[in-house]
């Protein structure tokens, strides 16, 4: 499975972006596709992601409320719509595929991933 974001950019405070995760290659019927940001200097934390079987999502609780996760799944891709931005939200963003994941599961653990795409930059100026 590979895994192509896009969509990261600059941006000023209380602005928005959407990023793009499209997963290629082999499909899997079952599977979940995270988003994790990765601060200078921090650990990957987990942001969002959805189930990709029953469109379940799940967001961490610093962006409950400004962020959205969706699919679509004629495109085979997830989008994470981010408003309301703010500088603590700087970093890079990386979408990730656990193919383990079932039919509502979406994990929040780094380590449940097993694939990995190339981040992407979000920057967002005060």
């Known amino acids: 499975v590979q895994l192509q974001a896009s969509g990261g950019g600059l941006v000023q405070a209380g602005g928005s972006l959407r990023l793009s995760c499209a997963p290629s290659?082999?499909?899997?019927?079952?599977?979940?596709v995270g988003w994790f940001q990765q601060a200078p200097g921090k650990d990957r934390e987990f942001v969002s992601g959805?189930?990709?079987?029953?469109?379940?999502?799940r967001y961490a609780e610093s962006t409950k409320g400004r962020f959205t996760i969706s699919r679509d799944n004629a495109k085979n891709t997830v989008y994470l719509q981010m408003d309301s931005l703010k500088p603590e939200d700087t970093a890079v963003y990386y979408c990730?595929?656990?193919?383990?994941?079932?039919?509502?599961?979406?994990?929040?653990?780094?380590?449940?991933?097993?694939?990995w795409g190339h981040g992407t930059n979000v920057t967002v100026s005060s």
């Open positions: 290659g082999r499909t899997f019927s079952r599977y979940a």
């Open positions: 959805i189930n990709m079987r029953s469109g379940s999502p």
């Open positions: 990730a595929a656990d193919i383990d994941a079932g039919i509502v599961s979406v994990p929040t653990a780094r380590d449940e991933y097993e694939y």
